[in-house]
Structure formats: C-alpha cells, structure tokens
C-alpha cells in the first residue's frame, strides 16, 4: 500500500523559491471587469465607486491585488478598449477622484491594483486621429498613426491584404483616398511605434498613473505595436485565440514548444525594445511595480522573451488556458511553461479564463474535447452546466496548487458559467457584428455579477437595471447564496487562498508523482501533495493522508482510506 512516506516521486520541475521575493511572482490577481463588477449610479453600467464599495469581498477571498480593465474616457466602441484619453476616466465609470478612492481603500486594505494599459491602438476619437484626419497625406500627425496609399490603378485597394481579428478587411479608407490600418475594429486606429512622438506619449501616460499610486499594468495586446517593415501580404491566418475560429491548440508539448507564426503584425523583434525602456519607467517607482503582458504567442520560448529580467515581470500562460481536459497534455504545458519560464527567472503566470474568453466552467462543460477558448462547442451542443461547474472547480484548485502567480476572473468564484443564450439583438461586440454573428462575441463571459438572490438584477446595481441581461438561474449562484454555505463554489475559492497562502505554495516547488496512471496529474509542492484526476474512474490515495482541501468531498473509508472521484482535485498533506 502506498504512503505519504512511500511516494514514487518523479522529476523535479520547479525549485522552490524565495517566500519573500518581489509580490508579483507568487500574486493571486483578480481580474474586475468595471462595467460588469457593481453599479453604484443605478444606470446599470459597474463603475469605480461599485469597485470601491465591493473591495471588502476581493480582501474577504483573499487574493493579492486587483486588475482594473480600462475605464478610460471612450466612445465604447470596443467596451474601452478604445481609449480616447489615456490620462482621464471615463464618465461613464467616474471621475479621477473615484479612482483615487478606489486605490487609496484597495490599499488600505492590503490589496494591489493593476490597471489596463491599450498601446496598440486609439479610439478614432482620440485627438490625435481626429488631427490626423484633418491634416492630410503626408503631414505629421498622421505620421503617429499606419496611413498608406491603396494599391490599384486608382488606389482602390487596401495596402495589403491584412484581416481584422474581429472581421473583416484590417484597412479603412478616408475621404482624401488613404487607408488606415486596425488590426481591430475601424474604430481602434494602430499607432505607429515607430514614431518617437508615440514611444514618448505612452511613457508619460506610465509616469501619470504611477505617480496616482498603481502597482503596475496589463498591456493589451503586448505583442503588436511593431509591425514588420514594409507592411508585406500575408496569407495565414491571425492565430490570436480570442479571435480566431481556427486556433484549437491542444496544449501538448510538440505545440508549445514548435516553432510559431504570428505573422509580420504580431511579436515582432521591435517590441522588446519598448519593453526594456518602460522596465526603466517603472524601477525608478518604489515598490516592486509590475508589468503584465497579453501575449497570445507561441511557441512558450517565444512568449519567455516578454518576461526577460529587463522587460516584462509576468505573461498570461494562455497555453495552459487553451489546454484541454487531458491530463497528459496538461502535463506537458504545465512542464513546458517551466522550463521557459525558470529559464529567464521569470515566474509562471496561470489563468484559466478572462474577459475574452469563454468562462472555463462552460468551456470544460463540453464533451466535445476540440471546443476553443473563445467559441462554444460545435454545432449546436452546449455545455453541461453541472459538469462544466465540477471540472472548473478541479481545475482551478490544481491551477492554485502550482508554484507561481495566478489569475482570477471576476465572478469564477461563484462559479458562474457564460450566458450562452444571450439573444443576438442584446448582443454589444463589434466581433460579432463584423462576422455577421459567425463569431458569436464575447458578451457572454461580461454579463454582470449576481450579488444578492432576492434582489432585482441581483443586487448588481440599486435600481435592478443591467446592461446585458442576467439569466434568472444565476439567482443560485449570487454571492449571498454561498456565503457560509459548506463546500459551495465561493466557499471552496476562499479556503483554497487561504490555503495556499498558509502553506505558501506560489513560492514553492513542484516535482512530479507518478504511478497514478495517464488521466491524473500529481506533483508535491513544500509539503502539500495536489493530485488531479481528470478520468472517470476513482483513485486511491496514500494511506493516513490528511485533506487540506478539495474540489468535491473526497470519501473516506472507515479504515481511513481516501479515494478521489474523478473530475476532482485534492490537496493532501505529504
């Protein structure tokens, strides 16, 4: 019979590090979506003074810091990702003095914030696109920006043959017969990091919000800015997961590890240079600030270049969010995400879901195992919602488990799945209109959070109004539902953090267990045993283990045995 004492341990894939490194190495970071977190006003939008009024709840569930999406002045063409002026809030979600409110009490109450930085691009209201238009060819405003000549006799045609990730051709012609490039929505105009003018801007926008008081900033879009020079055709196709219908990676180690193509738009050379400068922004700030990257780049040695000791302190693992429920290839990014990382001395950055993605207690609801992070299913099917729920509980405890730094999205501690019914007319997106609703968007994943069972819009906002629809069977989910309620999502979150703080697993050690057979994944970290039993059949754990923690109740057999059922995680101590 195996013991604690009689583990097969197999290889060591991560030392331990220091318990008293720099915060964003071993950070639980919980992502707040503004417009969807709480409303404060009562028009049905979240807003600052919301987030100020819910922050007891994140410092209650215990995570390190907060990230903010952009509430920045916008035409909300792309829900602010479409940034008008990069140094002001957008009315919409307050004023300067509402975020200075929001990070003088997030401080006060030991968490970090994080706020979303758009580089790549601005909204085509922002003042410097508007002079761009007005000036004309050739003149130096709309040198900040990618103006070109059309090709064809009359310049009738794009400048070369480039697709939007959200549809649709990735140029748009002006009156005066230029084009511009957007490798978004035409609304979201790309800046030309070439230009000395744009490199300057943005590390005063740093400086401006450094000197307010952040921890640090999520780069959108991380690994565009630089274009490849001469802006050549390209005939592949944009592999970025949150916009492509095509990229299904599997997350084994011969796809992480491979030699990617992100073509002559994305993760270019240049883009390090960027990097290193805003590395010297933030180290003249005290207290250890921190830059994020939204890199969707493969392969994993590729993205480690963001996250060298003179760039970026962290990259999102979207490897590991776009794996599926398989234990062997989740070994292997898992292994292979390491490697990379240990070898720049850059910590692993998990996250399972996002504001682009679909929320992975739908995704793992599937039982179609090809599905993709950012659609649902194929054909009709729909995902399992009690199934979908079990598996993201075990999946977010075995990411919990793994030494480094991880994400949270808002609203994954209740459990909540996406709204996959959302009628196409509610619908907000700009993906699913320039599609013509073939990528169905990813309003789904935004809709806002259920606070309170018996209160109109679930105590979202004071007057029940929500800007998408909440779906009635959330009323279940709603914070007050599983307060206090034994083994409910929310209760099985906080514990876990509570855990991993006490055993300071983010700053431990992981070496692989064997003998558990192809659908488990076990590892020790410190003197925590995680094992994760992705199949269908029961497994036997050591004799005389003691349960730290677990996704579902773990039996215990009256000789003290314990077996794990399958779609679950457990936390034992070794």
Not at 22 to 48: K, M, T
Not at 110 to 139: C, K, M, Y
Not at 354 to 359: E, G, I, T
Not at 530 to 545: E, F, Q
Request: include cysteine; charged fraction near 20%; aromatic fraction near 10%.
């Amino acid at each position: 019979m195996t013991t604690l004492d009689t583990l097969p341990t197999g290889t060591l894939v991560h030392a331990p590090g220091s318990p008293d490194g720099e915060w964003w190495r071993d950070a639980v970071i919980y992502q707040v979506y503004p417009r969807s977190f709480a409303d404060a006003s009562g028009d049905g939008i979240g807003d600052l003074p919301g987030i100020t009024s819910r922050l007891d709840h994140l410092a209650e569930l215990g995570v390190d810091a907060v990230w903010l999406s952009p509430f920045y002045r916008s035409p909300q063409a792309d829900a602010g990702y479409d940034v008008s002026d990069y140094r002001d809030v957008d009315p919409l979600f307050g004023t300067l003095d509402d975020f200075d409110a929001l990070l003088a009490r997030a401080h006060a109450l030991g968490l970090r914030v994080i706020v979303d930085l758009v580089p790549n691009h601005t909204s085509d209201e922002h003042v410097w696109f508007q002079a761009a238009l007005a000036a004309g060819p050739g003149s130096p405003e709309r040198a900040r920006y990618l103006f070109r000549e059309g090709r064809g006799e009359h310049g009738e045609l794009p400048p070369n043959n480039w697709e939007s990730i959200f549809g649709g051709p990735a140029w748009t012609r002006v009156a005066d017969g230029q084009w511009y490039l957007h490798l978004f929505d035409s609304r979201q105009p790309d800046l030309d990091w070439e230009h000395p003018e744009v490199r300057a801007e943005f590390e005063d926008v740093l400086r401006f919000w450094l000197d307010r008081g952040v921890d640090g900033f999520r780069i959108d879009v991380a690994h565009g800015m630089v274009k490849e020079a001469g802006l050549p055709d390209w005939d592949g196709h944009v592999s970025m997961i949150e916009g492509s219908d095509d990229a299904e990676p599997t997350g084994r180690a011969d796809e992480v590890t491979g030699s990617g193509n992100q073509g002559p738009m994305f993760d270019q050379d240049g883009v390090h240079e960027i990097y290193r400068a805003w590395n010297r922004v933030l180290a003249a700030y005290p207290g250890d600030r921190a830059l994020v990257a939204e890199a969707w780049v493969e392969p994993l040695s590729r993205l480690a270049r963001y996250v060298r000791p003179d760039e970026m302190q962290q990259a999102f693992n979207f490897a590991f969010l776009a794996t599926h429920w398989d234990a062997p290839a989740l070994r292997d990014v898992i292994e292979a995400s390491y490697a990379t990382a240990d070898g720049v001395g850059a910590p692993t950055t998990w996250v399972l879901s996002n504001h682009d993605v679909v929320r992975h207690a739908s995704r793992l609801g599937l039982s179609v195992p090809g599905s993709r992070p950012n659609g649902i299913g194929h054909g009709d099917e729909q995902p399992d919602e009690e199934l979908g729920l079990r598996r993201a509980r075990a999946a977010t405890l075995l990411m919990l488990g793994l030494p480094g730094s991880a994400y949270l999205y808002q609203g994954e501690e209740l459990g909540l799945p996406d709204h996959t019914a959302l009628p196409d007319d509610l619908r907000q997106d700009p993906a699913f209109f320039r599609t013509g609703g073939a990528e169905r968007g990813r309003d789904g994943c935004r809709v806002p959070l259920p606070w309170a069972a018996a209160e109109p819009g679930f105590g979202f906002s004071p007057t029940g109004v929500t800007w998408l629809p909440q779906p009635s069977a959330w009323s279940a989910y709603a914070l007050d539902a599983q307060r206090g309620v034994e083994e409910s999502t929310y209760e099985t979150y906080r514990t876990a953090l509570a855990v991993r703080r006490a055993e300071v697993l983010g700053s431990g050690g992981l070496t692989w267990v064997d003998g558990y057979g192809d659908d488990v994944i076990a590892f020790v970290n410190r003197d925590v045993l995680v094992v994760a039993n992705l199949g269908g059949t029961p497994v036997a754990l050591p004799a005389g283990a003691v349960v730290l923690h677990a996704s579902v109740d773990a039996p215990v057999a009256a000789d003290g045995s314990v077996t794990l059922p399958g779609d679950a995680t457990v936390w034992l101590r070794a």
